[in-house]
Nanobody, 116 residues
Framework: VQLVESGGGLVQPGGSLRLSCAASRLTFSRYDMSWYRQAPGKERELVAAITSTGGSTNYADSVKGRFTISRDNAKNTVYLQMNSLKPEDTAVYYC??????????WGQGTQVTVSS
């Protein structure tokens, strides 16, 4: 199983980025997918999650109304659209895939830096 994130970078406050996570070697449509992030000196936290069919999503309070998670099962890809970015959104963002009670899979992470 391989999860590969992309789309991170440096953006000014108020800007936008779209992260992508491409999955391979798994039946993607069976996996609930999530985005986590970890800032320096802080624990990894859940940012957003989407069910295997895309029928349900949930978000951390800190990103509600600004971030949108979506998926394209035909492309084996999950996305995180991030708008109105703030400096406190700076972190490494990780993609996570989980099928039921099985061990989850993680990507290698992509750095997002929000700074002027």
């Amino acid at each position: 199983v391989q999860l590969v994130e992309s789309g991170g970078g440096l953006v000014q406050p108020g800007g936008s980025l779209r992260l992508s996570c491409a999955a391979s070697r798994l039946t993607f449509s069976r996996y609930d997918m999530s985005w986590y992030r970890q800032a320096p000196g802080k624990e990894r936290e859940l940012v957003a999650a989407i069910t295997s069919t895309g029928g349900s999503t949930n978000y951390a309070d800190s990103v509600k109304g600004r971030f949108t998670i979506s998926r394209d099962n035909a492309k084996n890809t999950v996305y995180l659209q991030m708008n109105s970015l703030k400096p406190e959104d700076t972190a490494v963002y990780y993609c996570n895939g989980r099928q039921g009670a099985y061990q989850p899979y993680w990507g290698q992470g992509t750095q997002v830096t929000v700074s002027s």
